[in-house]
């Protein structure tokens, strides 16, 4: 018996819009891999993952106000 578990809840955050929607597109083929949101930098992206609560971040290590 196979057990089906939840799609992985993902946040994309990245200061380039093009490879955010890059990625989003690539992924959205996946059914393990949701993406629950995006955010262009780390102060959004800290409001995001308080309020969306993803299991994993997928983040562009140098952002223009840190990472």
Same mark, same amino acid.
């Given at each position: 018996?196979?057990?089906? =578990?939840?799609? /992985? ?6 200061? !380039? ?10 992924? !959205? $083929? $996946?059914?393990? /891999? ?6 262009g =930098? ?10 969306? $609560?993803?299991? /994993?971040?997928?983040?562009? /290590?140098?952002?223009?106000?840190? =990472?």
């Amino acid at each position: 018996m196979r057990v089906k =578990s939840k799609p /992985i809840r993902l946040l994309l955050v990245d200061d !380039h819009q093009v490879v955010r929607v890059g990625l989003r597109m690539v992924l !959205h $083929n $996946n059914q393990g /891999i949701t993406v629950v949101g995006e955010a262009g =930098s780390k102060a959004a992206a800290m409001r995001a993952v308080k309020r969306l $609560n993803p299991d /994993i971040v997928l983040m562009d /290590i140098r952002l223009p106000d840190g =990472s």
